[in-house]
């Protein structure tokens, strides 16, 4: 059974670092991409970037690009997503799901909270 | 970028009638439509892909239409689980680009 799990929920002040996790199992996490997603209520759902793990090729939505870290450890089945200084617009879900174009497996989501 | 839009916002309808969302495109996207659905507290579910294509233990009841600008999502049928709220979503497959609608929330006549 394919899953994706993710880390728990995150509060943090405005300038502080967060990573979130995801990890993969019951399939080959490395031969899959990773896509990360943001909800909101304000902006809804928002493709945030996706890496592939067995190489590390990513991309990122221009939205999102030098706000955040997208990474992999294949060896561990696990993606990241890290932002090095939050700020109250982070607030929000981050989902992890897998594929390129169709997301066809989601994780449970990661509610992080930024408020001072 | 492309916007994707979503219409209606909410839509209201009773159990075992027919839903009919739409989802529009600003610019032409061929069929490189996605369908989800949202329920209450759960990550989004694909329900299809390719604008007509259904994902793997999807009811034959959703069902997917449309290519270029305009795109329709139809629930024959609906059951009591089917109330929640629905994403459309374009794809770009190199490099990758994903926009998602607003979304449309079925809810209970």
């Known amino acids: 059974e394919v899953q994706l799990e993710q880390s728990g929920a995150e509060v943090k002040k405005p300038g502080e670092s967060v990573k979130i996790s995801c990890k993969g199992s019951?399939?080959?996490?490395?031969?899959?991409?990773i896509a990360w997603v943001r909800q909101t209520p304000e902006k809804g759902l928002e493709y945030i970037g996706i890496?592939?793990?067995?190489?590390?090729?990513?991309k990122y939505s221009p939205s999102f690009e030098g706000q955040v870290t997208i990474s992999a450890d294949k060896s561990v089945s696990t993606a990241y997503l890290q932002f090095s200084r939050l700020t109250a617009s982070d607030t929000g879900i981050y989902y992890c799901?897998?594929?390129?174009?169709?997301?066809?497996?989601w994780g449970p989501g990661t509610l992080v909270t930024v408020s001072s | 970028d492309i916007v994707m839009t979503q219409s209606p916002a909410t839509l209201s309808v009773s159990p075992g009638e027919r839903a009919t969302l739409s989802c529009g495109a600003s610019?032409?996207?061929?069929?490189?439509l996605v369908w989800y659905q949202q329920r209450s507290g759960q990550p989004p579910r694909l329900l299809i892909y390719?604008?007509?294509t259904r994902a793997a233990g999807i009811p034959a009841r959703f069902s997917g239409s449309g290519s270029g600008t305009d795109f329709t999502l139809t629930i024959d049928g609906l059951q009591s689980e089917d109330f929640a709220v629905y994403f459309c979503q374009h794809y770009n497959n190199w490099p990758p680009r994903h926009t998602f609608g607003q979304g449309t929330k079925l809810e209970i006549k």
């Open positions: 390719g604008a007509s």
């Open positions: 799901a897998r594929g390129a174009d169709k997301f066809d497996f």
């Open positions: 890496i592939y793990p067995g190489d590390l090729e990513l």
């Open positions: 610019r032409d996207i061929g069929h490189n």
């Open positions: 019951g399939y080959t996490f490395s031969g899959r991409w």
